[in-house]
Nanobody, 124 residues
Framework: QVQLVETGGGLVQAGDSLRLSCAAS????????MGWFRQAPGKKREFVAA????????YYAASVQGRFTISRDNVKNTGYLYINSLQHEDTAVYYC?????????????????WGQGTQVTVSS
């Protein structure tokens, strides 16, 4: 069993930057691909970014390409999502997730483990 805890969300202004963190319990973090999803009010949860077990390969939704950066530190059992030039449309609850493959995360939107989410609110 793996538990994921996201931190780093908050109320920010448009144009600001944020770093979200996802801390994983246990020693199996490096065995999983990691992804970030978000869910805006009244909308379905959507894929944002994913990385493979090593962090060498990364994938992004077209809507965030160039502004979001996903990374991981397998020694610290922690994943990150850097968000630059925040826009009002980025307002959402952000979730991290672990799955056996990035395909499950980015193509199927499924995962073995989910965090509880962290709220990001961008004021105009």
């Amino acid at each position: 069993q793996v538990q994921l805890v996201e931190t780093g969300g908050g109320l920010v202004q448009a144009g600001d930057s944020l770093r979200l963190s996802c801390a994983a319990s246990g020693r199996t973090f490096s065995r999983f691909a990691m992804g970030w999803f978000r869910q805006a009010p009244g909308k379905k949860r959507e894929f944002v970014a994913a990385t493979d077990r090593s962090g060498g390969d990364t994938y992004y939704a077209a809507s965030v390409q160039g502004r979001f950066t996903i990374s991981r530190d397998n020694v610290k059992n922690t994943g990150y999502l850097y968000i630059n030039s925040l826009q009002h449309e980025d307002t959402a609850v952000y979730y991290c997730a672990l799955a056996g493959t990035t395909i499950r995360l980015r193509m199927q939107g499924t995962a073995d483990y989910w965090g509880q989410g962290t709220q990001v609110t961008v004021s105009s």
